[in-house]
């Protein structure tokens, strides 16, 4: 299993952005990449992916204002999130070796999480 590391979490305030990296211990192919984020009592969230053949897909909730994307060494994750809100806050999760996009069962390499908050 490939080892994910996520930074760049923070606090922010309504309208903000950040950028969320997950750097893995080794390039990533042939497999789904996915953002996942899980609030306190809820249930955890699929945000994006980047499929196996580097095309991206999204769930509802992160269209408009976030995206996804991947460095050149296939190695690290991007999430850009802009005009953030508090209802955006959440424990924030990589994800690798999925086989389908937004179904985080599939994924079987998680990373530890970055904390975003998101104050109004």
Do not use: H
């Not at 050149?72 to 953030?84: E, I």
């Not at 599939?106 to 975003?116: E, I």
Request: aromatic share 10%; proline share 4%; with cysteine.
């Amino acid at each position: 299993q490939v080892q994910l590391v996520e930074s760049g979490g923070g606090s922010v305030q309504a309208g903000g952005s950040l950028r969320l990296s997950c750097v893995a211990s080794r390039p990533i192919y042939g497999t789904y990449i996915g953002w996942f984020r899980q609030a306190p009592g809820e249930e955890r969230e699929a945000l994006a992916c980047i499929k196996p053949a580097g095309n991206t897909g999204y769930a509802n909730v992160a269209k408009g204002r976030f995206t996804i994307s991947q460095d050149k060494s296939r190695a690290t994750v991007y999430l850009q999130m802009n005009n953030l809100k508090p209802e955006d806050t959440a424990m924030y999760y990589c994800a690798a070796g999925g086989t389908a996009c937004l179904n985080g069962p599939t994924y079987t390499s998680w990373g530890q999480g970055t904390q975003v908050t998101v104050s109004s």
